[in-house]
C-alpha cells in the first residue's frame, strides 16, 4: 500500500503542478471534491460488506473452494465470483483484498480478477437489449473460458 501511495502521491503533485500552470487548480479540487463525495457512500458500503463476509465465510471453506490444493474447482469458482461481483475497483479490491489475497491460489486469483474485468453480470440487461443475443451469446461464450485458461496458465507458471 505504501508503494502505491507514494506513486500517486508524486502523480498528484506533478498534476497540481500542471493544473496550476494553466490555472485549472482550484477546478481540478472541486473535480476531486466531487468525485471523493460521490465514492465514500460505494466505499462505506464495500468496506460493511467485506467485514461481514470476513467473520461469515471461514478461512477452511475459502481454502477449499480456491486455495491451492483446489486444483480445477479453484479455477471454476473463482471466475465466478469475479464475475458476480458488482461494481467498480473501489468495490471489487478492497474485497478482495481482504477475503483472498493470502488465502487462494495464484491461479484462482488471477482468474477471478481477469473475470471481474471482462464479465459483468450487471451488463447483461442492457447487452440484450442493445447488442442483441447473438452478439452476446457469442461475447460470452468467449469470455467465460479465458479467465479459466489465464488462471491455468497462471498456476503452471507462478503456482
Not at 461469515?56 to 461481483?85: D, H, Q, T
Not at 487462494?104 to 440487461?125: D, K, Q, R
Request: hydrophobic content about 60%.
Amino acid at each position: 500500500m505504501t508503494g502505491a501511495m507514494i506513486v500517486l502521491a508524486i502523480m498528484a503533485v506533478i498534476l497540481l503542478f500542471l493544473a496550476y500552470r494553466q490555472g485549472k487548480h482550484l477546478e481540478s479540487f472541486k473535480e476531486a471534491k466531487n468525485l471523493f463525495l460521490a465514492v465514500i457512500p460505494l466505499l462505506l458500503c464495500a468496506f460493511v460488506v467485506v467485514g461481514f463476509m470476513n467473520v461469515l465465510i471461514p478461512e477452511k471453506v475459502l481454502l477449499s473452494w480456491l486455495g491451492a490444493e483446489s486444483g480445477w474447482k479453484g479455477l471454476v469458482i473463482g471466475p465466478a465470483i469475479g464475475a458476480l461481483v458488482q461494481g467498480g475497483p473501489y468495490a471489487f479490491f478492497p474485497l478482495f483484498g481482504a477475503l483472498f489475497r493470502d488465502s487462494i491460489s495464484i491461479g484462482a486469483a488471477i482468474a477471478m480478477i481477469t473475470a471481474w474485468g471482462m464479465i459483468n453480470v450487471g451488463h447483461l440487461p442492457y447487452e440484450f437489449t442493445f447488442l442483441g443475443s447473438r452478439f452476446v451469446i457469442l461475447k460470452y461464450a468467449t469470455y467465460i473460458a479465458v479467465p479459466t485458461l489465464v488462471g491455468l496458465l497462471a498456476n503452471i507458471l507462478f503456482g
